[in-house]
């Protein structure tokens, strides 16, 4: 499908922005959802990462948990999960949990190559593949850029063969942002991720523009700082903004902020409890800052 242009693409925007009472069910409240710019298809603005939450090995106690997680993640509108080869056994845990799970149909897997060299990295990809135990990949990333020009060859051979949905490339908490920004302006990507909250904006100057110009869907990472950010505000009285936008704790007025950026399509938090999750994914449920809001949120906080 043909990139959207902008205008196309503010309106999916505006359309897919939902206010809803606080007193409809989550399972029944309809879901903020994102257009991905190069396509149109639309995914919801909450996902899942998996970094070190779900590198669990075969704790049994620890598979079943995590089992629950991905089923209220799912069950709440959930589709968006992001893993790795990096990430030790997250790939087999959520690969085994999923293919156990009766409410999975709507998964958009993410996941990234993580190694040098042509052939490494596509034996890398089917063995990614075979843990999560899946026919093909929804979306493959180059992990913070490891010879990305090689890499990125073979996700494109994949997706022009139709063995591959979407490509993409990562980076965090400011890694190779000039690279990164290179890469956005010459490659034909249809995913950037990068890290982004309300602590750090640095990606609001150059990185966020450029993706909305260029029509490349954002995936944020480290939402929380991997859990600095609210260790920061454990115990602090939320804000008065928070009964605006129908934040019940930190975890979603955080959340909250960074949806509101209209470049961003989709944050991935990563948690290893369910109530955790339950927090996260009611986002999808709950009003969007507008500007001049999430402005003040970002002022209030940083003084």
Same mark, same amino acid.
């Given at each position: 499908?043909?990139?959207?242009?902008?205008? #196309?693409?503010?309106?999916?925007?505006?359309?897919?922005?939902?206010?809803?009472?606080?007193?409809?069910?989550? #399972?029944?409240?309809?879901?903020?959802?994102?257009?991905?710019?190069?396509?149109?298809?639309?995914?919801? +603005?909450?996902?899942?990462?998996?970094?070190?939450?779900?590198?669990?090995?075969?704790?049994?106690?620890?598979?079943?948990?995590?089992?629950?997680?991905?089923?209220?993640?799912?069950?709440?509108?959930?589709?968006?999960?992001?893993?790795?080869?990096?990430?030790?056994?997250?790939?087999?845990?959520?690969?085994?949990?999923?293919?156990?799970?009766?409410?999975?149909?709507?998964?958009?897997?993410?996941?990234?190559?993580?190694?040098?060299?042509?052939?490494?990295?596509?034996?890398?990809?089917?063995?990614?593949?075979?843990?999560?135990?899946?026919?093909?990949?929804?979306?493959?990333? +180059?992990?913070?850029?490891?010879?990305?020009?090689?890499?990125?060859?073979?996700?494109?051979?994949?997706?022009?063969?139709?063995? *591959?949905?979407?490509?993409?490339?990562?980076?965090?908490?400011?890694?190779?942002?000039?690279? *990164?920004?290179?890469?956005?302006?010459?490659?034909?990507?249809?995913?950037?991720?990068?890290?982004?909250?309300?602590?750090?904006?640095?990606?609001?100057?150059?990185?966020?523009?450029?993706?909305?110009?260029?029509?490349?869907?954002?995936?944020?990472?480290?939402?929380?700082?991997?859990?600095?950010?609210?260790?920061?505000?454990?115990?602090? +009285?939320?804000?008065?903004? %928070?009964?605006?936008?129908?934040?019940?704790?930190? %975890?979603?007025?955080?959340?909250?902020?960074? +949806?509101?950026?209209?470049?961003?399509?989709?944050?991935?938090?990563?948690?290893?409890?369910?109530?955790?999750?339950?927090?996260?994914?009611?986002?999808?449920?709950?009003?969007?800052?507008?500007? #001049? *809001?999430?402005?003040?949120?970002?002022?209030?906080? %940083?003084?």
């Amino acid at each position: 499908m043909a990139q959207l242009d902008r205008r #196309r693409f503010v309106a999916g925007l505006a359309a897919s922005t939902l206010l809803l009472t606080s007193n409809t069910p989550l #399972r029944t409240r309809k879901t903020l959802l994102r257009p991905i710019p190069s396509s149109g298809e639309n995914i919801p +603005v909450i996902g899942m990462g998996s970094w070190r939450t779900f590198d669990i090995g075969d704790d049994q106690s620890a598979l079943e948990t995590r089992a629950d997680i991905l089923r209220l993640f799912f069950d709440c509108g959930g589709r968006v999960v992001d893993s790795s080869p990096m990430y030790g056994s997250s790939q087999t845990v959520i690969g085994n949990a999923v293919q156990k799970l009766d409410n999975a149909d709507g998964l958009f897997s993410a996941d990234k190559v993580w190694t040098s060299g042509l052939t490494e990295g596509q034996r890398q990809i089917e063995e990614s593949r075979s843990r999560w135990n899946l026919p093909k990949f929804d979306l493959l990333q +180059v992990h913070n850029l490891v010879d990305w020009r090689v890499q990125l060859k073979t996700l494109f051979a994949m997706k022009e063969a139709g063995n *591959l949905r979407y490509v993409g490339v990562t980076s965090y908490d400011g890694i190779n942002y000039d690279l *990164l920004e290179q890469i956005m302006k010459n490659e034909p990507i249809d995913f950037v991720q990068f890290s982004y909250n309300i602590a750090d904006r640095r990606a609001e100057d150059r990185l966020l523009p450029l993706a909305s110009d260029r029509n490349i869907g954002v995936i944020v990472n480290r939402p929380f700082q991997e859990g600095r950010l609210l260790d920061s505000v454990r115990g602090r +009285v939320l804000p008065d903004l %928070a009964n605006k936008i129908g934040s019940k704790n930190w %975890a979603q007025y955080l959340l909250q902020y960074i +949806v509101s950026h209209p470049a961003v399509t989709v944050t991935i938090p990563a948690t290893s409890r369910v109530d955790h999750m339950r927090e996260n994914i009611a986002v999808l449920h709950k009003p969007v800052p507008h500007s #001049r *809001l999430r402005e003040k949120m970002a002022n209030d906080f %940083a003084s």
